[in-house]
Structure formats: C-alpha cells, structure tokens
C-alpha cells in the first residue's frame, strides 16, 4: 500500500483535483523538514508525500498509473493482459469482437497518447506544464518585513524566494516557470509555495497590527519610566505613564505589519507588572504600611467587598 499514491495522499480513487491538493497541503504542512528540523522520517514522508501528489496531480499520469502503465515513481509497468486473453468466442458472435476495425485498447498504444501525438505533429498543440505545490517555514519577522531565502525541493533543486514583507501565515506565493516543463514548446508551469509561520516569542499578529505583552516593574508603573521595546524593525524608547495599571495600552504608530497599499498597521504595548523574582523584605513591608493606611478596594466596583 505504500506504493498506491492514493493510500499515501489518503483520499479515494475518484478524489477530484482539489481533494488531492487539500490533502497535500495538510500533509506537507504536518511533515515538511523545515517545520521538523532533524526528523528523518519526517523528511522521508514529505519526499513521500511529494512523490504522490507529484503523480497525481498531473491528470496524464494519474490515468496511466489507474490503467497499470506506470508505478508510482513514473517507472513503465509491464503490461496487463486484458479479455481478449481470456475469451473463447471469436468472430463476429463474438461479444468481444470489434467490427469497426479498431485493434483493442489493450493491443495498442493509449489512444489518447495517439491524439496528442497528432497534434503536436504539427506544432499546433502547445499546453503549458503543471504547477508544481510546496510548502515552506518562515521567521515570524521575515514574514513581516519581508526578506530572502530559499527552499529545497524533494527532487534536490534549490529556488530562491523573495518573501515579500507582510507575508501571512497560509499564504500562496508564486514561482513563475518553477514547474514541470511544458508540452509541445508550451511554457513551463508555476511553482506554488504555501507560506506557514510558526509563533513568534512575545510578538503576536492582528491582521496588520501586533501585539505585544511587555513587562514593567513595579517602581515603573508607580512612578512612571523610560524603558525600551522591541518592535518588528528594532527596540524603541517608550514613555510609561506614571500610575499605570497592569493592562494599560500603549499605542506605537507605524510599528506593525507593512500593508499591501503602502504605511505599517500599529504596535500595541499592553503592560504587565511584574514582582522581584526574589522577595525583598523592605517592598514587603512598604505593602503592608501602605495597605493598612490607604484600605484600598479594587473590586468595589465588582459588588465583591467583604
């Protein structure tokens, strides 16, 4: 079974063009060597899965593989006996007879091949060549400022790719003439690459805007600071408010994602206070000044008071 195409891409024998594509793209995304560094097996399914797909989604060679000319890796099949073989009539009682003066299918070349050998005498049938569907990881920041890189594919040739700046995770980008070559002097087809962005450590995306959790001292949200952000293009300085709560938003125009009709979306700084890792005796005891003279309720509003 690891040799049917159709057991590997895990869809039926009459899947239709985009259920073996739907298929692919779940697959590679789960297998693909960049999402699963140092995997081997995983590198050998996606060349796998790859090979499969490869087949199938080129409707020439799935229909020769269904009629047993071929293996899965493209290799001539020997051929099949067909029922002529097996049938004891002959003659025009025969069931099986053909009196059109047609040889049977199975005791000549693929009709179909015998029209396309027709048309392309000529030089009159020109088709350009199958897309060709990859997938590929990229940096959470390559794929918002846009950067270049390159893919390996599972037949060992390498493209460069230009990421353009605003990428997003899911996102098709397309190879001009990367594909399979064309027939009869037609151009070659595309190389269609599925862009999957893992998540980012501290940096989370809103369409063109980002989020950002930033962690602020206790002295800073009381007494107010200057402290220093990161952002997609480098650290900044920000101005924290003097009594700022855990949850305040600050806005950084311009600081988010590039958008397709030119400026950036924003970054949203949303503070956090963070204790000492280690407690410190003197803040403790400040606490518990502090607290028995201010009897500060933050939850009055919540209907929560003792």
Do not use: C
């Not at 049977?104 to 060549?129: H, I, L, V, Y």
């Not at 402290?227 to 700022?244: C, D, E, F, Q």
């Amino acid at each position: 079974m690891r040799h049917d195409p159709y057991y590997i891409l895990g869809v039926k024998r009459d899947a239709t063009q985009k259920d073996i594509q739907s298929a692919f793209r779940k697959l590679a995304k789960k297998h693909h060597p960049d999402l699963n560094p140092g995997d081997r097996p995983a590198e050998e399914r996606f060349k796998e899965i790859s090979t499969a797909y490869e087949l199938l989604s080129d409707e020439q060679k799935r229909a020769r593989f269904d009629r047993g000319e071929i293996d899965m890796s493209g290799a001539e099949q020997a051929p099949r006996h067909y029922y002529r073989d097996y049938a004891s009539a002959s003659g025009p009682s025969d069931p099986y007879h053909n009196s059109a003066s047609f040889a049977d299918f199975g005791e000549t070349e693929d009709p179909f091949s015998a029209f396309f050998s027709r048309r392309t005498s000529g030089g009159q049938f020109r088709s350009k060549g199958q897309d060709r569907y990859f997938s590929m990881a990229v940096d959470f920041l390559d794929a918002v400022n846009g950067a270049k890189t390159h893919v390996m594919l599972p037949d060992g040739i390498t493209l460069d790719v230009q990421i353009p700046a605003g990428t997003r995770d899911g996102q098709t980008l397309r190879l001009g003439g990367k594909g399979e070559p064309g027939v009869g002097g037609g151009p070659p087809g595309d190389a269609l690459i599925e862009v999957h962005v893992p998540p980012h450590r501290f940096f989370q995306r809103d369409g063109d805007d980002i989020r950002l959790e930033l962690p602020i001292s206790l002295d800073e949200a009381v007494l107010g600071a200057k402290i220093r952000a990161p952002t997609p293009t480098g650290p900044v300085t920000l101005t924290v408010p003097p009594y700022s709560n855990s949850g305040k938003i600050l806005r950084l125009k311009d600081k988010g994602v590039p958008k397709r009709g030119g400026g950036r979306g924003d970054l949203f700084v949303i503070l956090k206070i963070v204790l000492p890792d280690t407690p410190d005796p003197r803040l403790i005891a400040l606490m518990r000044e502090w607290s028995e003279a201010s009897r500060q309720d933050p939850r009055k509003s919540m209907g929560a008071a003792p």
